[in-house]
């Protein structure tokens, strides 16, 4: 049983509960940060404790006690990171941060991505820290379950851009593992799913999963760009994203074991993270 004490922040969102559960399977005490302590869907024996990252002065005694932190940097903009590293530096010793496996060591700037911003700003902050830096979310496939929920088409640019998806599941795993046990400070972890898959292999997969089959329509860049800005309203942010599909076409995401070799067990297939949550496309 871990002596520890860890905040997670998003603990309610799609890794972060999985990281406040298996955790708690560790015998970890756990804090979990929300603006709404009375907000459903974390387990028995979680502490809750109200706090707002947009305003670090909230988290003072949130932070009392705190040996390590999980955070889930949820802004496009890194505006009030160095006051929330602040506060965190003053009680925790460590640090694990949700970054992505876009971040580039060899490059100082990288404008439209923010986890590179959060990543300089955390290395010299005097915490201990471990980033990982997950492939795309499986999850982030959820975005197509309006048009599978209301048809047989997925309409979507850049259909044969290669993707490593990754379990969030494996994302929590790696995640518990570096915020429980010592060895990984100053470590960068690529983390990924255990194949590259196309966007047409992704939809099939969540076809055969729901029972039906469903296809995939090319939508030209310029028709995703007016939509993915009316949905996430970052123009830099969209267009990274239109960037980083285009490149996949070309260049695969690359397909790691760092998943195993850091939790003993292989990560899992795309195919399983569509059985999981196949109710969400039906």
């Known amino acids: 049983m871990s002596s520890q004490r ?20 560790t015998g970890t005490a756990v804090r979990a940060l929300t603006r709404n302590p009375g907000s459903p869907g974390l387990p028995p024996g979680v502490e809750l404790v109200r706090g707002d990252l947009s305003a670090p002065d909230s988290l003072g005694s949130a932070m009392n006690g705190i040996d390590a932190v999980f ?10 990171a160095p006051a929330v590293l602040e506060v965190i530096q003053k009680h925790a010793r460590r640090i694990v941060y949700l970054s992505a496996a876009s971040v580039r060591d060899d490059l100082e700037a990288q404008p439209g991505l923010f986890h590179a911003d959060m990543e300089r700003l955390i290395a010299r902050s005097g915490l201990e820290w471990t ?29 044969a851009a290669a993707r490593s ?37 992704q939809v099939r997969l969540i076809g055969e999963a729901i029972g039906r089959p469903v296809r995939y329509e ?5 028709e995703a760009r007016r939509q993915l800005l009316q949905a996430w309203g970052s123009p830099s942010f ?36 569509a059985r999981d949550h196949a109710g969400d496309f039906r």
Do not use: C, K
């Not at 955070?71 to 009030?80: E, K, S």
């Open 218 to 222: 090319e939508l030209s860049p310029e």
């Open 71 to 80: 955070l889930l940097w949820p802004f496009f903009t890194v505006d009030a």
């Open 238 to 273: 969209v267009e990274a994203a239109l960037s980083g599909w285009a490149q996949m076409v070309e260049e695969p995401e690359r397909s790691t074991r760092t998943v195993e070799e850091l939790t003993g067990a292989p990560a899992l297939a795309f195919r399983e993270w």
């Open 165 to 201: 998806l990754i379990h969030e599941r494996d994302i929590a795993a790696a995640a518990v593992h570096t915020l429980t046990r010592d060895g990984h400070a100053g470590a960068r972890y690529v983390l990924t799913g255990p194949e590259t898959l196309t966007q047409v292999e």
């Open 131 to 159: 980033f990982l830096r997950p492939t795309g979310f499986a999850t982030n496939t959820l975005m197509w379950a309006p048009q599978i929920r209301a048809g047989d088409v997925v309409r979507w640019p850049y259909g």
């Open 6 to 25: 860890v905040l997670v922040t998003g603990a309610t969102g799609n890794v972060g509960r999985h990281v406040v559960s298996q955790l708690l399977r």
